[in-house]
C-alpha cells in the first residue's frame, strides 16, 4: 500500500478530492492511504507561527525551518525511509515517468510538504527529495500540485482503475502514447458523425486506425 502524508496548513482544501472518486475508492480497497499533519501542530509561540520576513528585506513570508523539521522529523520517527517531495514553481516538471516510478513501489511513503505564503526558507530544501513543478506559472500554495502528485501516481496502482486494465491503455499510461479520439452514441449528433470504421465491427482496421490517430506527448 502507498501512502501519502500531506502537510500542509488548508487540509480543507485538499481533502474533499481524496474523498471523492477513484482516490476515495482507492483508499477503500487498501490500495492508497492518505494522512494530514497540520503544520500549524508545529508552530512557534503562542501564536503557532510557521512564517517570518525574509533576512535582506523584500516582501511577504517565508515558511520557517523550525515547524517543517519538525513536523517531517515527527514523521520520520515513524518511517525513516519516508521521501519528501516539495511542490515549488522551480521544481523539475511532473511527468508520467516520474508517477510511474512512484506507483511502483508498493509500499513507499510519500511526504508531501505544502508550501504557501510567499516561499520557504532555502535549508528546507536539504530534507527534500524531490521538487516538483506543475509546469510555468505560479500558483498560490502546494495543494494543487499535492493533489496532481497524488492522482497521477494512485491511478497507476494495479487494481485502481475499473477491471479493464485501464490504466494501461489510457492517455498518458506509458508516458508518450496519447488517447486516439473516442465517440460514443449517437452516432450522428447534430451532423457531427461517427468515423464510419469505428462502426464497421473490423476491429484490425479500428486498431490501425486507432494507432494513426494516436498523439504523442513529447
Ligand atoms: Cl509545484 N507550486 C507553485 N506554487 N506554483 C506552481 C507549481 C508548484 N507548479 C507550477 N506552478
Given at each position: ?11 480543507e ?11 476515495w ?19 512557534l509561540?503562542p ?10 528585506g523584500?516582501?511577504?513570508?517565508l ?12 514523521i ?26 512512484f ?6 511513503h ?23 513543478s ?5 500558483l ?8 496532481t ?10 487494481g ?49 486506425w486507432?494507432?494513426?490517430h494516436?498523439?504523442k506527448?513529447?
Amino acid at each position: 500500500m502507498i501512502k501519502f502524508t500531506i502537510i500542509t496548513l488548508f487540509q480543507e482544501a485538499i481533502e474533499p478530492y481524496l474523498k471523492a472518486s477513484m482516490m476515495w475508492k482507492a483508499a477503500e480497497k487498501g490500495l492508497a492511504e492518505f494522512n494530514f499533519v497540520n503544520l500549524r501542530d508545529f508552530g512557534l509561540g503562542p501564536h503557532k507561527s510557521v512564517d517570518d520576513t525574509p533576512y535582506g528585506g523584500g516582501d511577504g513570508m517565508l515558511l520557517r525551518c523550525e515547524p517543517v523539521f519538525n513536523a517531517i522529523e515527527s514523521i520520520k520517527a515513524v518511517n525513516p525511509e519516508a521521501k519528501v517531495i516539495l511542490p515549488t514553481p522551480v521544481g523539475e516538471i511532473w511527468a508520467q515517468a516520474r508517477a510511474r516510478e512512484f506507483a511502483a513501489d508498493t509500499d513507499a511513503h510519500y511526504i508531501i510538504l505544502c508550501p504557501h505564503y510567499e516561499g520557504y526558507d532555502e535549508r528546507i530544501l536539504s530534507i527534500v527529495d524531490y521538487k516538483v513543478s506543475l509546469g510555468k506559472y505560479v500558483l498560490t500554495g502546494g495543494e494543487l500540485p499535492a493533489l496532481t502528485v497524488i492522482d497521477s501516481v494512485v491511478r497507476l496502482i494495479p487494481g485502481v482503475l475499473g477491471g479493464e486494465q485501464s490504466a494501461e491503455i489510457e492517455s498518458f499510461s506509458d508516458g508518450d502514447n496519447l488517447e486516439y479520439p473516442q465517440y460514443t452514441k449517437p452516432a450522428d449528433f447534430r451532423g457531427m458523425k461517427v468515423p464510419d470504421i469505428l462502426l464497421s465491427g473490423n476491429h484490425g482496421e479500428i486498431a490501425k486506425w486507432r494507432a494513426a490517430h494516436s498523439g504523442k506527448v513529447e
